[in-house]
């Protein structure tokens, strides 16, 4: 009964159902979560995104980028880094402060290449 149901809603996997179920609890993010492009089209989840919201998007980010408070967070943050690489005393520290400008950088190349 349980996999005739299953096959009924669409298919979806004991994965797919445990993943909705906690997704919420462990802030799980999939596919359906992210902007995404795909040739020349960007997507969220399933939807095609219109030109006026890629448009949207676009102008946003450069707002973001340009401004002020972006280059004193991009500051703040290596400053940060750096002064943790600094007082690090053992190498999971070291890794952990490497791991957040990685992060930092990864975000900054994700807007700029909207």
Do not use: C, P
Not at 58 to 83: A, E, F, G, P
């Amino acid at each position: 009964m349980q996999y005739w149901l299953i096959h009924k809603l669409g298919g979806y996997t004991e994965d797919d159902i445990l993943t909705e179920v906690v997704k919420d609890l462990y802030n799980a993010v999939d596919e359906n979560d992210i902007l995404r492009k795909e040739g020349h089209a960007y997507f969220v989840g399933n939807r095609q995104l219109m030109q006026i919201e890629i448009d949207s998007l676009r102008q946003d980010t450069k707002t973001i980028l340009n401004s002020k408070m972006w280059k004193l967070l991009d500051l703040d943050i290596k400053y940060l880094t750096n002064q943790k690489m600094k007082q690090a005393t053992t190498l999971f520290k070291l890794e952990s402060a490497k791991m957040l400008e990685y992060i930092w950088d990864v975000l900054k190349s994700r807007l700029s290449k909207l």
